[in-house]
């Protein structure tokens, strides 16, 4: 049978092999000749292509498709930009919600004589609607207007504006809230919550302009900061540069991302070791560049961190409140006394002595993650707890790990800092270990109280970066919260610092409001508790500094502990 079919195929083909031929040749010559079917042709394809929506054309007109032997090799197989595709909607949502007031466009030629200046802007404290006597539970308005270094008004927002609300004698002040009208003036609300004087304090931390240059560096410099890894075989040690991204080719990198919550990590390869010698984690330098005057827009002193002039009383009286009225505010809380109240419903306890915070701690096992601001609250508890002895591990002073232990009580303490972009000198690759990953291995449960902090380090970095780690780590919470919901989770935010030129360019508050913002946000709706160490901060009478003063961290601890031992009737209360 399959005989018959070839002899068949065969017989068909040399009989009729001159009439397929000739078919061919006329079909060829019709296209070519007939002027009718190439106009049909062309006509056919220009209406399809006026018929295709912007969005479908996806291939420019201009550009000719060329088929190459061999595929595309990209010059970078990594993005600053990029979040897993789950992720793409809520990190769309995330940046649309810290969205800044637009800022000047900035010339070559600029002069600093038209950017904002703290010495010529004045804040004036708007009368009571009522005419009557500011009472405890009011709200206070405070009314800004920003002026050049010529006294003339500024025509546009986006300056970095903090206000704060205080009284020395009481060790008293909360934070205000400004609004900006993106006309050059601005209003800052304050709550009030005590009786007695209150002055108002405005301070430029930026002026817009500098906001501008702060925006162009992050997009055109995204790894200003840059990381190096050491490398070590035997006697052979090398060192290359590594980042969130770096722009080769696969085959010209060290691919670290982490198998677990698929956060980008890469170095250059080694010449002479293999990937898999990387030994030590170390933050390496900077390497960001200003137009020429840009520095001028970050000069402390003259208008970086600089007090705004009152145009009139710069303080009110606070008389009692009427009967009746509450206090409304959506403030986290406030200093009297030196204490923090906190006005979300929780008591903040005071933890006086030593064996008030062991009996707290207790049964209890407490992991505190993140950056060296949680190292702080490691520190101030074995400090503070002389039972808890911290266990030596070996560790570095700076990174830890640390655990401390109070065999007694039966109370665990941990402490681990967070993976890269971790700006450490000398971190042993070992102890990089991301926050999501740390979570999975906590057990849970009622005695377990989980402690966060995460914002610092991702200042530099676009914030898709810092996006892509917090939804990595609620993913975590929430699993952890699931087969343990008893577990409790404490957040700390971001919290305002001092300047200099170098902080500006990457640790600025501006970039700390921003990440701040959406820390909150991701994790708003999730079963967690805020240490506000934002307001803590800015209303407490101390100057900022990048790891706040004992005394703020007093308070922090406190909050945390209130959270942990919230009806132990030993603690003094308000």
Partial sequence: ?????????????????????????????????????????????????????PTMALIPNNITLKYTTEPHKPTSVCSYHSVLPEDTLESEFLKESITWPETPTLPSNFSLNDTSDPAHSTFTILPKNDSQSWRLGDQLEVFIKMMDFHSRPKKSGGD???????????????????????????????PLLWEGSAQVEVTLVHPSEAVTVLERITQEQPGRIYFKSVFRSHSVTESTTCNVCLNATLEQLCNYTDIRTGEPWFCYKPKKLKCEHRIIHSSAGTDQKLKPMEDKLFQKGVNMKVFIQAR????????PKLKGKSVRTQHAGYYYQGEWRALDGTTVR?????????????????????????RQWFEYLITNTPDLKKF??????????????????NTLVKFRCHAPPARFRDLPVINTGYIASELDGVVGGKDTTVVIGVWAHFSSFPVEVYIRRLLSIRRAV????????????????????????????????????????????????????????????????????????????????NVVLSYICPSDNNFKKH
């Fill in 160 to 190: 970095v504006l903090l206000a704060r609300l205080h009284n020395p004698t009481l060790s008293a002040g909360v934070t205000g809230q400004v609004l900006d009208h993106l006309n050059g003036s601005y209003t800052a609300r304050f």
């Fill in 1 to 53: 049978m399959i005989m018959g079919v070839q002899t068949f195929r065969k017989y068909f083909l040399l009989k009729y092999r001159w009439m397929l031929l000739a078919l061919v040749l006329f079909g060829v010559c019709f296209m070519f000749y007939s002027a009718s079917f190439t106009d049909h042709i062309t006509c056919t394809f220009a209406d399809l292509k006026k018929k295709v929506s």
């Fill in 312 to 319: 009139g009383p710069s303080s009110i009286t606070i008389l």
């Fill in 478 to 557: 929430l699993r952890l919260l699931n087969r343990a919901p008893d577990t409790m989770i404490i957040i700390r935010t971001a919290n305002p610092k001092a300047l200099t030129l170098y902080d500006s360019l990457t640790s600025s508050d501006w970039f700390a409001i921003q990440r701040d913002k959406i820390l909150r946000t991701v994790f708003k709706e999730v079963n967690v508790r805020f240490v506000d160490a934002w307001e803590m901060t800015l209303a407490h009478h101390l100057p900022h500094n990048l790891h706040p003063p004992p005394p703020i961290i007093k308070n922090m601890v």
């Fill in 350 to 374: 005071q933890f006086t002595n030593n064996s008030a915070i062991s009996q707290c701690l207790k049964g209890k096992v407490l992991h505190l993650l993140g950056d060296s601001f949680i």
């Fill in 392 to 409: 030596d591990l070996k560790t570095s002073k700076q990174t830890g790990p640390f655990m401390a232990l109070d065999y007694t009580k």
